[in-house]
């Protein structure tokens, strides 16, 4: 019986995660509705490997900082706990670290130039960084593109 118990939690682990990574897009697509973030498994607490866990702190972290330079507030602190993103370890199959490293690297580099720019520039630096989020969720776990293609910031009119 034990390789039962083993497999099925990591069974339904992954369907959860496929489902994060898949399901999202044709439910946004077709109800424009927020994804319930509420999921129940009997007798299991719902997993999220580490890098699940770290997209979601990057996609509040986008969201809230489109708002702060649409009204021309400061930046939030600089998000530490991101330089982590080329280790933090991810569900098993999710990840292609053939494309995964490059997309990151870019990543973690506009990050910092976003942190560098001049304020006239934060729009454009802000958009770039949420275009390369796209572009790895282009080459793996595509669910995500819908909600991130709201995050970027309308060009300034000036
Ligand atoms: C370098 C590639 C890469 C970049 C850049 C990236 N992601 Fe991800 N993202 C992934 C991978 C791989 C997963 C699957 C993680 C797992 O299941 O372990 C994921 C998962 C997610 C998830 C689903 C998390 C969950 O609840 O299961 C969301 C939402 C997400 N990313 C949003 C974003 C946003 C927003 C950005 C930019 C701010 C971003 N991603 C940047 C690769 C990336």
């Known amino acids: 019986m034990k390789p039962f118990r083993i497999l099925l939690p990591a069974l339904t682990a992954l369907a959860l995660v496929l489902a994060a990574c898949h399901n999202r897009k044709q439910e946004a697509a077709t109800t424009a509705a927020p994804a319930p973030t509420v999921r129940i498994v009997p007798g299991q607490a719902p997993q999220a490997s580490e890098l699940a866990l770290m997209m979601r702190a990057m996609t509040a972290f986008a969201d809230s900082t489109r708002l702060r330079i649409a009204q021309g507030r400061e930046l939030p602190l600089f998000p530490d706990q991101f330089r982590k993103l080329m280790t933090a370890e991810a569900t098993p199959g999710m990840k292609d670290p053939k494309a995964f490293d ?6 973690l580099y506009h990050l910092d130039a976003l942190y560098k720019a001049p304020e006239t520039e934060r729009t ?6 949420v275009q390369t989020c796209a572009g790895c969720h282009t080459t793996m776990c595509p669910g995500p593109l819908v909600k991130i293609k709201k995050l970027g910031l309308p060009a300034k009119a000036d």
């Open 124 to 129: 454009g630096v802000f958009n770039t960084l």
């Open 102 to 107: 490059p997309f990151a690297h870019a990543w």
